[in-house]
Each structure stands twice: as C-alpha cells, then as structure tokens.
C-alpha cells in the first residue's frame, strides 16, 4: 500500500513487473449553492487533455459538493472525507476551443459541445479533519451544449441526509487538471454534471468550515443544484 494514497496498492507479479490498483473515490457528489465565502482572486496555470496550458483567474467559491449516494448506488459514500470545492474562472488564455465529446456514465450516452471553461474544482475536507489524500485531484469545468438526461424521483444521498431530486442535462463536464504544475491531467477520472431539482425539504445548515488548496474558509449553503457522476469522457469518433 501507498502510505500517503491509502487507496493505492502495488502488487509485484513474476515476469510481468509491477501493478498499481487505484480503488475509486465515491461515484457521485451532491452539490450546493455558496452563498458565503471569503474573497480570492489567484492567477492560475491550468493543463488538462482538452487543453495543453492555459492561464486564468481564480475567485470565489460558488459550489461545494459532498459524497453522496444516488439511488443506493454506493452505500459507503456519505461518510467519505472528500468534498469539493468549486471556484470562479475568469480571464482564460488562450481561450479553450469547443470540444465534441461522448459522455457515458449511469444516465446513459450523450454527445455534447464544450464551451467555455467557467469553473476550477479542488478536493477539500472539513476543517479539524484529516486532509483529503489528493487522489481526486483537481478539475477544470467546461459548460456543455446539447445532449439531453431526464430522470425523475432519483433518490440522492449525503451527509445532510435523504432528497429525491429530478435530474436533467448534463450541463458542465469536468475533466482532471493539472493545476499550477501540480497533480496530474491525463487521470481518466471525469466528472458530468448535471441540473438538479431537489424535492421536498433538503435543508443544508447555515454554515461549513472547508479547507482546501487555497486555505481555510467558512461556507454558507443555499439549496443543493448539482449532481455530478464519475463518467467517461471521450471523443465521439
């Protein structure tokens, strides 16, 4: 085992080398609206698979999202120490040019269009709690055009408890990033998020202390808006 990515092995096997097994992070993440949270403004360096390097500048959060389970999918997902945090981008250089890509993951395949990268997504935990391992790592979010999910009454669950919620879109899909040299942009792991309508009573309480890359901030949460699903993410031809 890796000490510092407890969700990494290595195994030795005779004549054919060394194999390294990666457990995943949670399938999917409930995400809430900030309505509170101390001011940023970073410039950052940025490279992922759909984009080599780019620049832009990172400002305040504008969503968390939390581990959750979505219609019993994974039971073990709400206590999970992974959160993440979503950050305004703004002033992107070179622009990212449009992208035509396949989606695939539990809502089934669609064909989007990238447009513009809008939003940097980094793994953060509780404060006081230990740090997240980094194995998610980073995201840059590009908004999509076209491809269509419509799904109602699915049960979604995290640490603030049960909602049922109609789900359509996608409308953002996230891809690994490499931020300011760090991490890795070329992990398969990718995100589609989707437009949530949560029904009922879903209350989140006034206020979270968050800690992440950028440093430690005090949250205030409005009505859960998102869902995003690990997903493969590719070409379509």
Not at 34 to 42: E, G, I, K, N
Not at 69 to 80: I, M, N
Request: include cysteine.
């Amino acid at each position: 085992m890796h000490l510092k990515a407890p969700r990494t092995a290595y195994a030795a096997v005779f004549a054919r080398g060394v194999q390294r097994l990666t457990f995943e992070p949670p399938a999917a993440f409930h995400c809430y609206g900030v309505r509170r949270a101390a001011a940023l403004d970073a410039r950052a360096t940025l490279a992922n698979a759909l984009e080599p390097a780019f620049g832009g500048v990172v400002r305040a959060p504008r969503q968390l999202c939390m581990p959750a389970s979505v219609a019993d999918d994974d039971r073990e997902a709400a206590p999970d120490p992974a959160r993440l945090v979503g950050y305004e981008l703004h002033a992107v250089a070179p622009a990212p040019a449009p992208h035509t890509l396949r989606v695939t993951n539990r809502f089934g395949t669609v064909d989007v269009e990238t447009d513009a990268a809008d939003l940097v997504v980094t793994p953060a935990t509780d404060a006081g709690t230990a740090a997240a391992d980094g194995l998610l790592g980073d995201f840059t979010c590009y908004r999509v055009r076209g491809g269509r999910t419509r799904e109602r009454g699915v049960e979604v669950e995290d640490r603030f408890g049960l909602a049922r919620a109609d789900v359509k879109g996608p409308v953002r899909v996230c891809v690994r990033t490499a931020l300011n040299g760090g991490g890795a942009g070329d992990d398969a792991a990718e995100l589609a998020c989707y437009a949530i309508r949560v029904r009922g009573d879903a209350a989140p309480p006034a206020s979270l202390q968050i800690v992440d890359g950028f440093g430690g901030m005090t949250l205030g949460l409005v009505t859960s808006r998102r869902l995003c699903v690990r997903s493969t993410v590719g070409p379509t031809s």
